[in-house]
């Protein structure tokens, strides 16, 4: 049982930045993809970034993020960060952080483990 716990979510700005983190309570292996999800109201859950331990860190995007967002992993703390620049107010969603030791699920919602989820808000 993989426990995962999302804190730096809040209201910032557009074109402002803000960086998520996860923590995992217990350490994953390397066949472990951990990513990032966000839902928005009244929206379906979607894919936003993932980053593949065994891969070396290779990370895919969504491409409403490609360029701004930045998935990143420390192995010795067991975290993964979203690093979220250029914020635009439909980025506004809660942000959930995932994890699955099947990497074929990336791009899919029905991943292994969630988050509890953190509130990010972008005002215009």
């Known amino acids: 049982q993989v426990q995962l716990i999302e804190s730096g979510g809040g209201l910032v700005q557009a074109g402002g930045s803000l960086r998520l983190s996860c923590a995992a309570s217990a350490r994953t292996d390397s066949r472990y993809v951990m990513g990032w999800f966000r839902q928005a109201p009244g929206k379906e859950r979607e894919f936003v970034a993932a980053?593949?331990?065994?891969?070396?860190?290779?990370?895919t995007y969504a491409d409403s993020v490609k360029g701004r967002f930045v998935i990143s992993l420390d192995y010795a703390k067991n975290t993964v960060y979203l690093q979220m620049n250029s914020l635009k107010p439909e980025d506004t969603a809660v942000y959930y952080c995932?994890?699955?030791?099947?990497?074929?699920?990336?791009?899919?919602?029905?991943?292994?483990?969630w988050g509890q989820g953190t509130q990010v808000t972008v005002s215009s």
């Open positions: 995932a994890a699955d030791p099947d990497s074929d699920k990336i791009g899919r919602v029905d991943w292994l483990y």
């Open positions: 980053t593949i331990r065994w891969s070396g860190g290779r990370s």
